[in-house]
């Protein structure tokens, strides 16, 4: 099984780490079927907290004074829902940290409920990589996927699961995207 081409993902776009270090990253973060998010929480050092003080589900911005993030999510949610917006928000912080500057991002019902017609953007390939290692997300697009059980063993919501595209479809897709925006009309 290969792995998505991070180049791939990072192109047109400053992400916070080297492209080498990321790839290592999600490489020393797999553990079987999963991807320990802990382990790249940790290595990224970004604050989680709970929280019910705010309207969204979820909520990432950078720390005051530093180049650190901080994710706040929503105590009420799903360990599945938080988790799956833990995915989502460092997928941003990692490929574009400069929108955290200003009021950081929010995760709310669109962005979420959105999430299948995302599935070609770069930040949906990494978000699904950041807690997926590309054998399942291969398995996921093969009929007979156990989609529901594997999302309840591993704590994510059935549609973020399901957004995610094996490496081959999403190098076209990236590739394709590319080529579509070199166009000059």
Known sequence: MIDLDINLLVHQVK???P???LKRLLIFARDGDTVDLKVIVEHLQVEIT??????EWGHIRKISGS????????RSNTSAMNRTILALA?????LTPRRLNLHGLSY?????????????GARMMLATRLVMPEKI?????????PLIDYSEANQLIPEFVRSSLPAAAAARALKNQRSNMSIVV
């Open 50 to 55: 709970l929280s019910d003080d705010f309207r």
């Open 108 to 120: 709310d019902m669109f962005s979420i409920n959105d999430m299948y017609s995302q599935s070609r």
């Open 19 to 21: 492209t080498e270090e």
């Open 137 to 145: 997300i291969y398995q996921v697009n093969q009929q007979g996927f």
């Open 90 to 94: 460092l997928a941003d912080y990692l």
């Open 15 to 17: 992400p916070l780490l």
């Open 67 to 74: 180049d650190r993030a901080a994710v706040e999510l929503k």
